[in-house]
């Protein structure tokens, strides 16, 4: 299997939330753990991926396999999308078989398992020189591939750059791999960029003060769901009416404090990326170019996350099970409910004779 650090199952915020978790100080490490487990999912399904690859894959002859040269199956793949397939794919000059000439199958449940030849057709697959890595099979790879909508670009890309400014904060974290036009991006990272957006009234060190309000139009360069940054305290917009901001203060480990009218808001809109990640090329985008992030299926992301959190946890024990000093005090960390999770798992996504 592939490095899964451009392929995550959850995200660095899910797992923070989940734990109670305040700062940005142990992200990497989070990202780490999130990554080992992504890994592990994929490990114990025996390679299935819930985000997709753009991949060439090559297979034996079938007719060594006793198919007939009708049949290719994909006992170890999960296809999606088939862009070109190839016969004689070692030979100097390999045969492109038309689409009209093979049936992906089972064709009423995707993913497929198998590539079958048109028996009305005159195709075949063919050996070649060798029956090894006769078969080029070009596509998408995964067992799913769903996407959810997550804003869109505040800035044209050429394509080469690695810190793209988006729309909405609040849609996209650490650990999402996104997806802009064809080309898909693993967000790596994220920093504060000026919404434009300024106060219109001083604010006190109270954090029962959780009204704020915007200069005059400013209500609009917002975002219900971001944490936004004022001085250098973060805090969690809950909602937006008109110019006035409902926040809870003091968010994510800062310090209250007082501010001063006018005062600039800064939002984590600049993304890190890692640019044509899983297969994917590189690409120019236009400004206002929509985004989607994949999203895994809900119980494939729950089980990350309980995973990376295992994980944070037995590391703070030092891997010996007990995490705090005093006996009384002690507290030992089980993976019981992570093994009832994975038995769940292998029996919903678990492959057939693997």
């Known amino acids: 299997m592939g490095n899964t650090a451009t392929r995550c199952y959850t995200t660095v915020a899910a797992v923070k939330s989940d734990v109670g978790l305040a700062g940005p100080d142990l992200d990497p490490r989070i990202l780490r753990n999130v990554q080992a487990a992504t890994q592990h999912t994929e490990n114990i399904?025996?390679?299935?991926?819930?985000?997709?690859?753009t991949a060439t894959k090559l297979y034996r002859w079938p007719s060594r396999n006793g198919l007939g040269g009708y049949t290719?199956?994909?006992?170890?793949?999960?296809?999606?999308?088939?862009?070109?397939?190839?016969?004689?794919?070692?030979?100097?000059t390999p045969t492109t078989i038309d689409p009209t000439d093979y049936f992906l199958e089972p064709v009423n449940d995707p993913p497929y398992n198998r590539i079958e030849i048109d028996l009305s057709s005159s195709a075949v697959f063919e050996s070649g020189d060798t029956p090894q890595h006769s078969i080029s099979?070009?596509?998408?790879?995964?067992?799913?591939?769903?996407?959810?909508?997550?804003?869109?670009?505040?800035?044209?890309?050429?394509?080469?750059?690695?810190?793209?400014?988006?729309?909405?904060?609040?849609?996209?974290?650490?650990?999402?791999?996104?997806?802009i036009g064809t080309e898909a991006m693993f967000v790596s990272g994220k920093t504060l960029k000026d919404t434009t957006a300024n106060t219109g009234a001083a604010m006190l060190k109270d954090k029962a003060g959780t009204t704020i309000t915007l200069a005059a139009?400013?209500?609009?360069?917002?975002?219900?769901?971001?944490?936004?940054?004022?001085?250098?305290?973060?805090?969690?917009?809950?909602?937006?009416?008109?110019?006035?901001?409902?926040?809870?203060?003091?968010?994510?480990?800062?310090?209250l404090a007082t501010h001063a009218n006018p005062s600039d808001v800064y939002a984590p809109r600049t993304l890190?990326?890692?640019?044509?990640?899983?297969?994917?090329?590189?690409?120019?985008?236009?400004?206002?170019?929509?985004?989607?992030?994949?999203a895994p299926p809900a119980d494939i992301e729950e089980y990350c996350r309980a995973r990376a959190i295992f994980h944070h946890e037995a590391g703070k024990s030092g891997w010996t099970g007990v995490i705090g000093g005093s006996e009384g005090g002690a507290v030992e960390t089980k993976g019981f409910n992570l093994w009832a999770m994975e038995k769940a798992l292998k029996a919903k996504y678990g492959k057939v004779g693997v």
């Open 45 to 53: 399904l025996s390679g299935r991926r819930f985000i997709p690859e």
């Open 72 to 92: 290719l199956k994909l006992p170890d793949d999960d296809l999606l999308y088939l862009t070109t397939l190839k016969t004689k794919a070692q030979d100097t």
């Open 137 to 179: 099979v070009l596509g998408r790879f995964a067992y799913c591939e769903d996407t959810v909508t997550a804003g869109a670009l505040a800035e044209a890309d050429d394509g080469t750059e690695t810190a793209l400014d988006v729309s909405d904060s609040s849609l996209i974290d650490v650990g999402h791999t996104i997806l």
């Open 217 to 255: 139009g400013h209500g609009a360069l917002l975002k219900a769901g971001e944490v936004i940054t004022i001085d250098s305290e973060r805090m969690l917009v809950e909602s937006i009416s008109t110019d006035t901001l409902a926040v809870e203060r003091a968010y994510d480990g800062s310090v």
């Open 272 to 294: 890190t990326v890692v640019r044509a990640v899983n297969g994917t090329t590189a690409a120019a985008h236009d400004d206002l170019a929509a985004i989607v992030k994949y």
